[in-house]
């Protein structure tokens, strides 16, 4: 098939290039000229666009132009493709857009008889030889066209052990791509998923830094006197190896993940993690689901702190706990240490 990747940074560099390995024809699209020079150079594209006008006039119809850019520049993308487009092309947002805008975006679109499906990607940097968890939405025949590309983009039913009780033919959620629903339904499920990462990489991080800090007994005479001491200092004596312990945990254990392979790596490569501050960002989709558990009226309790703790990481609770500190010395003179 063709197709016009619009965003070639390393996303959608990799998703290109895993087509163009197919044999399919990808049309890419960067606005700086160099990007597309140094993707043709690679490979991962089977030619460089100069403009998105340049990109629609090097496709066939009904063109298939897949969007890798941030969700905050895909309306605007959309805006400047629409004027060169014809009925029936189809557009593909690939990113991490808000499933609401992709509802919107395909009512607009259908005025102009352009298809429109809203497609979650996950897989991040490690994509290009993994392949691409995909969560889709949008109109039955329209994803059915474009199955062959989803298909390539897929990992695989071999990129894990067939589920007990499947058999036959493996449906499209055993090779790794999923009609979720109608316009919106990819994004959404996009959306929880990141907020379920949020929540796991979250339990890591609280689990090891306990582990981390077992050897507080050992630290006693560091404590201030404003602050408990460790009752029973024997009982956390405890100098551990996280690099070790979580390359344990990747074999056999419960708790083992694709999530935990890249803490061990990252423990490896530096085990006290001094190539980070710490200061964690968030693109949306974990405000997002916590968004939608309210409105749905469900809990979301360990999403919601999980969320909380990348605020918290970037200093956010700085004037909080300043009020702590100020209410602790208003009624107790305590001062700070
Ligand atoms: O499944 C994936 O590949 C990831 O979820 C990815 O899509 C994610 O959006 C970014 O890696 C960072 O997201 P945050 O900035 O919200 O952590």
């Known amino acids: 098939m063709e197709l016009g990747m619009i965003g070639i940074g390393r996303m959608g560099a990799n998703m290109a290039q895993r087509l163009v390995r197919d044999g399919h024809k990808v049309v890419g699209y960067a606005r700086t000229a160099k990007t597309v020079q140094d993707r043709v150079n690679e490979g991962a594209i089977t030619s460089g666009a100069t403009s998105l006008e340049d990109v629609v006039k090097q496709l066939s119809e009904p063109r298939i132009l897949w969007l890798m850019v941030p969700a905050a520049s895909v309306d605007d993308t959309i805006a400047q493709l629409l004027p060169h487009l014809s009925p029936n092309d189809i557009i593909v947002d690939g990113g991490n857009s808000h499933y609401q805008d992709d509802i919107r975006r395909a009512e607009e679109l259908k005025k102009h008889q352009i298809h429109y499906v809203d497609c979650g990607t996950s897989g991040g940097v490690w994509g290009l030889e993994r392949g691409y968890c995909e969560m889709i939405g949008g109109e039955d025949e329209i994803v059915a066209y474009l199955d062959p590309i989803f298909k390539r983009l897929a990992p695989g039913v071999e990129a894990a052990g067939r589920t007990e009780g499947r058999t036959g033919e493996p449906t499209t959620a ?164």
Not at 179 to 198: L, Q, R, S, T, W
Not at 229 to 243: F, K, R
């Open 174 to 337: 055993e090779q790794g791509y999923l009609h979720c629903g109608p316009h919106g339904a990819g994004h959404f499920v996009k959306m929880v998923h990141n907020g379920i990462e949020y929540g796991l990489m979250a339990a890591y991080a609280e689990g090891l830094n306990v582990l981390r800090h077992a050897n507080i007994g050992k630290k006693q005479h560091l404590v201030d006197a404003e602050t408990a001491p460790v009752q029973n200092p024997e009982h956390y004596q405890y100098d551990m190896n996280l690099a070790d312990i979580t390359e344990l945990w990747r074999r056999g254990s419960v708790v083992s993940s694709w999530l935990l392979d890249l803490s061990a790596h990252a423990l490896m490569q530096s085990p006290d993690l001094s190539n980070f501050n710490g200061r964690v960002a968030d693109s949306g989709e974990g405000r997002w689901t916590v968004k939608a558990a309210i409105d749905e009226g469900v809990p979301a309790h360990v999403l919601s702190a999980a969320l909380y703790d990348r605020f918290e990481s970037r200093n956010e609770a700085e004037f909080a706990n300043k009020i702590l500190s100020a209410m602790r010395f208003e009624f107790g003179g305590h001062h700070e240490r």
